[in-house]
């Protein structure tokens, strides 16, 4: 495949500028793919996605996982590791959004390979395409959702909301969806709270959230968040309501068993699929015009377990 590629713009996804023109690649086959972790089950089906897709393409991928969003200084360094490897492209997933020395990183890797954003935002217009919803409309499909259960008129439903470290691509564009959707709604969130993804952190948020808010009403929070929500108050007479801001198993699990109210769907097994497919056509000379997403629906409480496509249970993907 050819290396050639395009770039375009982080501030309007849509502009393209030339093709630019990379060294042949020694494994034009090989795709390098960095996330932050995986103790968010969310990033499994990604990896999934993009396991199929490659195994059907004829391809091989390399999967780092840098140990969670503050994990800055491993990421660069893998992305340092990937650059060596000679793949015909590096996707990303990245733990930040505008940190100096990992935008600087990406900008050295696509001068002999295309870099494809995965997922999170990345401010950077070195990259040669974009996979990934707007995590706006993430917020704002969950948020209108809420609007709906939660009218205007009513009591207020007091709420706080549990995400991940401001420092992502994907906190603050979540957060504006999310409070656009509940603009006339009797919810009213009351507090945020940030941290990494992983289950033990985002408990102690459940914690520190309830400590400081005793008897809220209404939990929204990432995958993890919920998870461990869920655990924390079952069975327990003054358990709040729960939402969640993206689908994983356990938010699956609690969905089906109508424990959560909702959760905003937006198929990370098709968008690894996507990743794949962007990388292919890029190696090709031929990049997506513009961000590729996937679209995002609302799962409600009750769903058949047959409507959710994620990975399979027992799946983890070989990591380098």
């Known amino acids: 495949m050819k290396a050639a590629y395009r770039r375009i713009t982080g501030a309007a996804i849509v502009a393209l500028f030339g093709i630019t023109g990379a060294p042949a690649r020694a494994d034009q086959q090989l795709l390098c ?10 990033w499994l089906s990604v990896a999934h996605g993009l396991e199929q897709r490659s195994a059907e393409q004829g391809l091989s991928v390399r999967f780092f996982e840098a140990g969670g969003y503050d994990a800055l200084a491993n990421q660069i360094e893998q ?68 609007a709906a259960r939660f009218p205007a008129g009513g009591k207020v439903h007091e709420a706080v909301l549990l995400s991940g470290p401001p420092a992502s691509g994907w906190v ?5 969806g999310l409070h656009r959707g509940i603009e006339g709604s009797s919810v009213a969130i009351v507090a945020t709270y940030g941290a990494d993804t992983g289950t033990s952190q985002q408990l102690r948020l459940v914690e520190m959230a309830w400590a400081a808010h005793p008897g809220i009403e209404l939990v929204i929070g990432s995958a993890p968040a919920i998870e461990a929500a869920m655990g924390l108050f079952a069975g327990r007479p003054d358990r709040p309501e729960l ?5 994983s198993h356990s938010v699956a699990r609690g969905l089906v068993g109508r424990q959560i109210l909702a ?51 027992d799946y983890f993907p070989s990591l380098d």
């Open 33 to 42: 793919v960095l996330v932050p972790h995986f103790k968010d089950e969310y």
């Open 172 to 176: 603050a564009p979540l957060e504006q």
């Open 243 to 247: 939402a969640a801001t993206y689908v």
């Open 263 to 313: 959760a905003p769907f937006d198929n990370p097994i098709q968008q690894g699929r996507a990743a794949v497919d962007a990388a292919v056509a890029t190696m090709e000379g031929n990049p997506p015009p513009g961000r590729v997403g996937t679209q995002i629906v609302i799962y409600a409480t009750g769903i058949s377990p047959d409507r959710i496509e994620l990975s399979p249970a």
């Open 79 to 146: 992305i340092g590791a990937c650059t060596d490897l000679e793949p015909g492209a590096i996707l990303i997933g990245a733990v930040s959004s505008d940190a100096p020395g990992l935008l600087a990183a990406v900008q050295e890797a696509a001068e002999t390979q295309p870099v494809i954003g995965l997922v999170n935002e990345l401010h950077s217009d070195a990259l040669a395409a974009r996979v990934g919803v707007d995590w706006f409309d993430m917020g704002l499909v969950l948020g209108r959702h809420l």
